[in-house]
């Protein structure tokens, strides 16, 4: 996605929740991991890594109604930008749709 546009402090702001976020998440924090990475999307809410990281974390929590709505949101998203996912984003809602069937 063309990101030329966007205010460059955001972007960094955005950058760097990313990486609290995954900080959090590789140091079994999960929830705290969880909330960094929704501040990241109230900054961005279009920001695909956020919200797949935000989908991720859900399910792992096993708040899959939650994750299975923020997923519908982001593909009718994505669908009205005419945009795939990207592959790291599809093996995400890959992730849930196994999880629902176990």
């Known amino acids: 996605m063309d ?7 955001t972007l960094a702001s955005v950058r760097a929740l990313l990486q609290l ?6 140091a079994g924090r999960p929830k705290r991991a969880l909330e960094v990475m929704e501040q990241a999307l109230v900054l961005d809410p279009i920001n695909e890594a956020a919200a797949a990281a935000v989908i991720r974390l859900l399910t792992g929590l096993g708040r899959r109604d939650e994750a299975r709505l923020r ?4 593909n009718a998203h994505l669908a009205s930008l005419d945009l795939e996912p990207t592959p790291e984003t599809q093996a995400v809602l890959g992730q849930l749709r196994t999880r629902r069937r176990s």
């Open 21 to 26: 976020g995954g900080i959090h998440e590789k």
């Open 3 to 9: 990101l030329d546009h966007r205010d460059p402090l």
């Open 71 to 74: 997923a519908q949101h982001l």
